[in-house]
């Protein structure tokens, strides 16, 4: 059994209203608070953050965002600063897929990102993974190597442990068709792991919690927790169902 500590983290991407957040976190709650060993973290859209904070106040639980700016402050109408976040997050997801198929995030935006984050005492969570045509064309390697070195150039070594990883291939994300969990983890064994130990060193290297993401659920999860190199999951559709989002941190815990 790995000793880096698993991370489950819901990304609610575009729902849930203030109204419907509140009524979701009291039903994911009671079975949320029982679970230990996990670290647990709910990714609200921005104006559910601040309510979903107070819910989960002295519950142990965190709040994460979803993305943010990489400046501290500035005329970037529509845009949050990392400051802003640490008032209430202790998490950021960074460079999700969907960011960089429909507004245009780049690796460059994503390492800006990943080092505001750090500096302002926020876990990046950056997401990295290669899309379909990608898949089948055989550049898998090429793609998830680049999105990590890109995405984490110029961080210092001693950082790199308080990052987290999360590997999505974009074919499995909201398509029900989960990637298989050896060939998950090969993918994080043999590609990103790989990726970190020739840049910042091996103890670097197994320190980093790597999470799959992608058609996670109840029903498969404990299949990816079993992966000697995969430390929990980002789950996207899941995790608006208490039926579905609490048994999944429950396998991560069992593992
Ligand atoms: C995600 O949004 O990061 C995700 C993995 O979505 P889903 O679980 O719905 O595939």
């Given at each position: 059994?790995s000793?880096?500590?698993?991370v489950?983290?819901g ?5 849930e209203?203030?109204?419907e957040a509140?009524?979701?976190?009291s039903?994911?709650l009671?079975?949320?608070s ?7 973290v ?8 601040l309510p ?5 106040e ?16 500035g005329?970037?109408?529509g ?9 209430f997050?202790?998490?950021v997801?960074?460079g999700?897929s969907?960011?960089?198929a429909?507004?245009?995030?780049t690796?460059?935006?994503v ?9 302002y ?10 899309t379909?045509?990608e898949?089948?064309g055989?550049?898998?390697r ?5 999105q990590?070195q890109?995405?984490l150039?110029g ?7 308080s990052?987290?990883?999360?590997y999505e ?15 998950a983890n ?14 910042f060193g ?6 980093v919690?790597?999470l ?18 995969i430390d929990?999951a980002?789950?996207?559709g ?11 941190v429950?396998a991560?815990?069992?593992?």
């Amino acid at each position: 059994m790995s000793i880096r500590r698993p991370v489950v983290a819901g990304n609610w991407k575009m729902f849930e209203t203030v109204a419907e957040a509140r009524v979701l976190m009291s039903e994911m709650l009671p079975g949320l608070s029982a679970i230990r060993g996990v670290e647990i973290v709910i990714c609200p859209p921005f104006t559910s953050i601040l309510p979903v904070a107070a819910l989960l106040e002295g519950t142990g639980i965190a709040v994460g965002a979803q993305n943010m700016h990489w400046e501290a402050s500035g005329a970037f109408t529509g845009e949050i600063a990392p400051p802003m976040l640490a008032e209430f997050c202790q998490y950021v997801i960074l460079g999700h897929s969907e960011r960089r198929a429909y507004f245009g995030e780049t690796d460059v935006n994503v390492n800006r990102k990943v080092k505001a984050a750090l500096s302002y005492g926020l876990v990046p969570i950056m997401c990295v993974g290669e899309t379909l045509d990608e898949n089948e064309g055989g550049i898998t390697r090429q793609v998830v190597s680049r999105q990590v070195q890109d995405g984490l150039d110029g961080i210092d070594s001693a950082a790199i442990p308080s990052i987290v990883i999360a590997y999505e291939p974009v074919w499995a994300i909201g398509t029900g068709r989960a990637a298989t969990a050896d060939g998950a983890n090969l993918v994080v064994s043999d590609i990103i792991r790989l990726e970190l130990s020739e840049r910042f060193g091996e103890a670097n290297a197994q320190a980093v919690r790597v999470l799959y993401g992608g058609s996670v659920k109840a029903s498969n999860a404990a299949e990816f927790f079993q992966q000697p190199d995969i430390d929990g999951a980002l789950v996207g559709g899941a995790s608006l169902k208490a039926t579905e989002f609490v048994p999944i941190v429950k396998a991560a815990a069992d593992r």
